[in-house]
């Protein structure tokens, strides 16, 4: 649905985007990621045709972004950072405005705008003026103006930006609910974030393409991976910490900061440990209060993928 | 052009939406009004015409137009809509024109409410409402003319004070260019013929023929060159310049 071929954007000689390529397949849920200043929201603005790109190009439902920039425009659904809007319009006098530039008159106008209300939950700020709506709701408003069409791409650059964590939790369900027909970009840099809803992550640093994967694969390469933490009933920390050591799997063992009782083991590079280790536990009969699993921590792999 | 008409309706419709409308109308026919009654002695002249009324649009014009002009495009820059008026499907050129005839249609309405002037004129005595009408359309004309480039200098910038002193300044230059003092004082050391050709430039030269009755079809393609020059200007300088 969305296919990028080599993207460059270069403000004043500065390059800040280089050279990006990946694609999004119908229906999926891309995470795009990076630190401030990478590139993601200049990216995203060549993709909805407010910028043209300095070399390179894309396609978005096969139609190319430059030469094509009016159609392009018909498909996607954009929310712009910090969701702008008019704000001396009502919520209504906007939307309805937003609908007759995406080509709805009359009654198609009327069903639209009736329908994102809805979607949204703007029924209790329907006829107030956006400058005087909260956050939130401004944010809410940002996403029905993107939605009116109901377009087949979302372009949404950090969505849950400055909202607290009701609204973002409400924003989140909503991207949810739409991903069943849609195919969605979004920058955020909130990592849980990522794992609650995206199929995908690219992430980008400097302008270049540093990572794309699932976020599942993704914390994998994280060195918490697989990782065991064990808290014990009693004190037989040093006692444990040399018998996991001698496991053939284990790289090494640490304490677990503010924490007297617990360890947690690391395993190998690609290596699973859980069964060596509650054998171990199970053989001389400790009380444990915890043992569990870490899936591994997304914000360490983007440390190490954006800054090395 | 479908995408004119909504964009239009919310920029026209959008002066009314805040108080400043109003209070741009009122002061506008104030200072209309007073500057032909008081400054002009419109009363005293004892003649049945609005010439003493069209005299002083021009320098009413240099100050209230800018101001009309100076939020289209500073606001949108200022609050980030540009992004979202141009990943819509609209173009630029479209929407240059929605904003302009807009803002040209709020200042047509302005200048229409000084209807009062000319009843006043045909109550007390007997004026040629031909005249009356040819200065009209002038005024309307000259009026598109600064205000195209208000919309430039608008588009330059975030900040609608930079946008409206440029606006100004720039509507200034063209008012003076045909303007009797400022030629004769060129007059002293420029030949004649350039000064011609500078005058023919400004907005004066031309705008005084037709607040006189003489509506030459040379004037009309004047004003409408200066409202196209600008406009592609504006559109140039918003695609060049689009994400500052």
Known sequence: ?308 | MNMFMPLFKREFLGYFRSPVAYVFIVIFLLAAVGCAFFLGRFYESNQASLEIFFAYIPWLYLVFVPAVGMRLWAEERRSGTIELLFTMPITVTEAVLAKFCAGWAFLGIALLLTFPLVVTANFLGDPDNGVIFAGYLGTFLMSGAFLSVACCTSALTKNQVISFILGVVICFIMVLLGWGVFTNVMASFLPATLIDFISSLGFMSHYQGISRGLIDTRDLVYFFSVIAFCLTLNSYVLNARKAV
Not at chain 1, 96 to 117: M, T
Not at chain 1, 161 to 166: H, I, Q, W
Not at chain 1, 167 to 182: F, G, P, T, W, Y
Not at chain 1, 210 to 222: C, G, H, N
């Open chain 1, 1 to 308: 649905m969305i296919e990028v071929f080599g993207l460059v954007k270069e403000f004043a000689g500065l390059r800040v985007v280089d050279d990006l390529k990946f694609d999004v397949p119908k229906g999926q849920i891309l995470g795009f990621l990076g630190p401030n200043g990478a590139g993601k929201s200049t990216t995203m603005k060549m993709l909805t045709c407010f910028l043209e790109p300095t070399q390179g190009t894309a396609k978005i439902g096969g139609k190319d972004i430059i030469k094509d920039s009016l159609e392009v425009r018909k498909l996607i659904g954009y929310l712009p950072e910090s969701a702008p809007s008019y704000g001396e319009m009502s919520v209504r006098e906007f939307l309805e405005f937003v609908a007759e530039i995406r080509g709805l008159n009359g009654k198609n106008k009327v069903i639209a705008s009736e329908r994102v209300r809805e979607m949204c939950f703007l029924e209790n700020v329907w006829h107030q003026p956006i400058e005087t709506l909260s956050k939130g709701y401004r944010q809410r408003v940002g996403f029905a103006q993107a939605l009116i069409h109901d377009p087949e791409v979302l372009i949404l650059d950090e969505p849950t930006d400055g909202l607290d964590p009701n609204q973002k939790h409400e924003v989140r369900q909503l991207i949810s609910r739409m991903a069943n027909d849609k195919t969605i970009i979004l920058s955020t840099h909130i990592l849980e974030e990522v794992e609650a809803i995206c199929q995908r992550v690219v992430i980008i640093a400097q302008g270049k393409l540093v990572a794309d994967s699932t976020p599942e694969k993704l914390m994998e390469q994280s060195t918490m991976h697989n990782a065991v933490t064990l808290k014990f009933q009693n004190n037989h920390k040093e006692l444990a910490r040399n018998r996991f050591e001698s496991i053939n799997e284990v790289s090494r063992v640490e304490d677990l900061v503010g924490f007297p009782n617990a360890l947690r083991v690391f395993p190998k590079k690609g290596s699973t440990i859980v069964h060596q280790v509650s054998e171990v536990v199970n053989s001389e009969s400790w009380q444990l209060e915890e043992l569990h699993v870490e899936q591994g921590r997304l914000d360490e792999v983007f440390r190490k993928v954006t800054l090395s």
